[in-house]
């Protein structure tokens, strides 16, 4: 397929430029046009960088676009997108399960070209039907979103590499979510909660304490290091800045970044949990001086027994046991950090603050997705309207 461009001069000086090349039709036999601002150049520059953007356009229209079908598109996906690492491991893997699952053996061999909006919504029907791999009962409605949003995913980029110019999922239905809230203790579960961990051993004792003080999840957990922890200053704080996490047999552990941009950052510890936090640190110097050479100087806080990190499943399932062994009310670990969120909320701890400290990207999300009233504000929300009402008819 030959590519071929121009060179638009924009502004009031005309001194602006614009590539635009034309890379083939779409379903309509419209031009499908692909453009570059340049900015402030000279002539010569501007051919120079018209010559490289029709070079790298040919370079990335290796299968004939009339004939490309959805797999190939994955495939170009896949070694782009993934191979430059914007996508992190958990959900690369997350990803190719959603993928050799249920799409690409239902549309896989369609050509691109030929995908309608409602062959999107087909699929995704059908995808909302089946059975969990567990057998109980059918995929959750969070989980059919997740396969819509990682089409329309995929399908962005096909228009962006000039392969289509509609993307057919933004033209389906988008499948219903119900709002769902994470599920979280009040200060009577947390009293008791913290009562149990009085007797238990100081590593998972140091590991609840923190995820609920300050809502840490629970890869940050895994990948935090001594170097980062400054029990020193006044007062004490943590830096969060690395996370591990388990992908899959396959792959094992993978060491990466924390979510977002937002999500590195440095937490001010509450006196009670830096002090744990010392107790248990000396707690593991004494057990690498007593192991000698056997100790594995990994630096990581939270270790095995011979020094090694901790896997980074194996707090939420001790936690899983824990509760149930003392009786508590069911939670999920990262509950914990949801029940942070919530119990600084209800304290009247402003809405920047508790999203900063979560790491959250935007004030929204922790709106949205962690604060939610509890039975005690429910209760004063409604005296509150009592008294309003009682003054105002008398």
């Known amino acids: 397929m030959s590519i071929s461009g121009s060179i638009e001069w924009r502004g009031k000086s005309k001194d602006q430029a614009r590539l635009i090349i034309s890379n083939g039709l779409d379903t309509n036999g419209k031009q499908i046009k692909k453009y570059k601002s340049l900015g402030k150049v000279t002539k010569k520059i501007a051919k120079q960088e018209l010559a490289k953007f029709i070079t790298e356009t040919t370079q990335n229209t290796i299968i004939d676009d009339r004939n490309m079908t959805f797999s190939d598109l994955v495939m170009k996906w896949k070694k782009d997108r993934w191979a430059s690492s914007q996508l992190r491991a958990k959900t690369k893997q997350r990803y190719e399960e959603l993928l050799t699952s249920r799409i690409t053996p239902v549309i896989g061999s369609m050509k691109l070209r030929e995908i309608r909006p409602n062959d999107i919504e087909r699929l995704i029907n059908s995808i909302s039907q089946s059975k969990r791999q567990d057998g109980k009962g059918v995929l959750s409605p969070r989980t059919v979103l997740h396969y819509f949003v990682m089409l329309k995913t995929i399908f962005n980029c096909a228009i962006e590499w000039g392969y289509l110019s509609i993307n057919p999922v933004r033209k389906s239905v988008r499948p219903k979510t119900p709002s769902q809230k994470t599920s979280c203790y009040d200060l009577e579960d947390v009293k008791m909660l913290t009562d149990a961990l009085k007797k238990t051993d100081i590593q998972h004792r140091t590991i609840i304490m923190l995820a609920l003080s300050i809502g840490c999840r629970m890869g940050e957990l895994a990948g935090l290091k001594w170097d980062c922890v400054n029990l020193q200053s006044t007062p004490a704080t943590i830096t969060i800045n690395s996370t591990r996490q388990y992908i899959d047999k396959e792959h094992g552990v993978i060491v990466g970044k924390p979510k977002t941009e937002e999500s590195i950052r440095t937490c001010i510890l509450p006196s009670t949990v830096s002090l ?10 004494k ?10 100087n990994s630096g990581y806080v939270f270790t095995n027994l011979a020094g090694k990190p901790l896997h980074p499943s194996s707090p939420s399932a001790w936690f899983r046991c824990f509760l149930a062994r003392n009786k508590l009310p069911p939670l999920r670990f990262h509950g914990l950090r949801h029940t942070c969120a919530t119990l600084l909320l209800t304290a009247q701890t402003d809405l920047p603050t508790v999203s900063e400290l979560l790491g959250h990207s935007t004030v929204m999300t922790t709106a949205n997705c962690y604060a939610h009233p509890t039975k005690k504000s429910k209760q004063a929300a409604a005296l509150t309207m009592d008294n309003l009402l009682s003054n105002n008819s008398s």
């Open 287 to 296: 057990n690498a001086a007593l192991l000698g050479t056997k100790w594995t």
């Open 276 to 285: 744990l936090l010392m107790e248990y640190r000396k707690e593991q110097e």
